[in-house]
């Protein structure tokens, strides 16, 4: 009963800017990392960026300095600020949350995965 539902993708210029939002919803008791993740066709799947329950962040090197992963956790909702985006940035975009569930006695996180989300950078 836990969702991720990401939304914010489209198509924009080599350049331009987006914001992905990804917002997780059901029997939450917490959330501990959330993540960004990207895979392009032929390509692994890779992580983009990550955060913690306190805030503190990661970066893929090739999006370093670009792409702004924040977190709001009163929303249980994390973002991913994209700019000067570049053309191999175009990908499926999937946010990753681990959960602690409220339905349950245990307190051990659950991955869940948003639907993704497809950005392509192109003029």
């Known amino acids: 009963q836990v969702q991720l539902v990401e939304s914010g993708g489209g198509l924009v210029q080599p350049g331009g800017s987006l914001r992905l939002s990804c917002a997780a919803s059901?029997?939450?008791?917490?959330?501990?990392?959330m993540a960004w993740y990207r895979h392009a066709p032929g390509k692994q799947r890779d992580v983009v960026a990550t955060?913690?329950?306190?805030?503190?962040?990661n970066y893929a090197d090739s999006v370093k300095g670009r792409f702004t992963i924040s977190r709001d956790n009163a929303k249980n909702t994390v973002y991913l600020q994209m700019n000067s985006l570049k053309p191999e940035d175009t990908a499926v975009y999937y946010c990753n949350a681990a959960v602690i569930r409220g339905d349950t006695w245990y307190r051990l996180p659950h991955t869940y995965w948003g639907q993704g989300t497809q950005v392509t950078v192109s003029s």
């Open positions: 059901g029997s939450i008791s917490s959330i501990n990392d």
């Open positions: 955060i913690s329950r306190g805030g503190s962040t």
